[in-house]
């Protein structure tokens, strides 16, 4: 089946292609939507993740507590994100994220990648992964880690769009 191409933000198409190319004090950040599902109600670490995310340079939009799957894969489409993390402490991952990366794939955008951290039992973590979610992030990870993964794994927005285009 083939993915729907989401809209964004692209350069305008009468342009030459070297036209094209983000100066680089204008490249377009990475943007990260950062999510707490269900009715968790901490969200201390989700806010250190979003803070250390945004000093990393990249740009986050944070959906605040309980979200439903629905809200999340919303507004994930609507800000045109690169990646989604969810974090979750209440035990509720093996209803949520099914629900989420699910949604995802009905709406066309089972091309943004998925990563989650939290509470969530290493006995879970392969279940996880086969459903679609990118990597798993456990208490006690440094969010130096979590930024090294990100920009190692996601693409620069310059170079998707220019992909895309």
């Not at 919303?74 to 045109?80: F, G, K, P, T, Y």
């Not at 209440?90 to 990648?113: E, T």
Request: aromatic residues 4%; proline residues 9%; hydrophobic residues 40%.
């Amino acid at each position: 089946m083939k993915e729907k191409k989401r809209p964004g933000k692209q350069a305008p198409a009468s342009l030459e292609p070297s036209q094209k190319a983000w100066p680089p004090h204008h490249q377009p950040r990475l943007r990260v939507l950062i999510a707490k599902p269900g009715l968790d109600g901490h969200d201390r670490g989700a806010k250190v993740i979003c803070r250390a995310l945004r000093d990393a340079g990249m740009e986050v939009i944070y959906t605040g507590l309980r979200r439903t799957p629905e809200e999340i894969v919303n507004a994930a489409i609507q800000e045109d994100v690169d990646l989604i993390g969810l974090s979750i402490l209440s035990g509720a991952h093996n209803v949520l994220f099914p629900r989420i990366m699910n949604l995802l794939r009905k709406r066309g955008a089972s091309d943004i990648p998925v990563i989650a951290g939290g509470i969530i039992p290493e006995k879970d973590i392969p279940r996880l992964k086969k459903i679609g979610l990118a990597e798993i992030f456990l208490p006690g990870t440094p969010t130096q880690e979590i930024i090294q993964w990100v920009k190692e794994h996601i693409p620069e927005r310059s170079k998707k769009k220019a992909i895309n285009s």
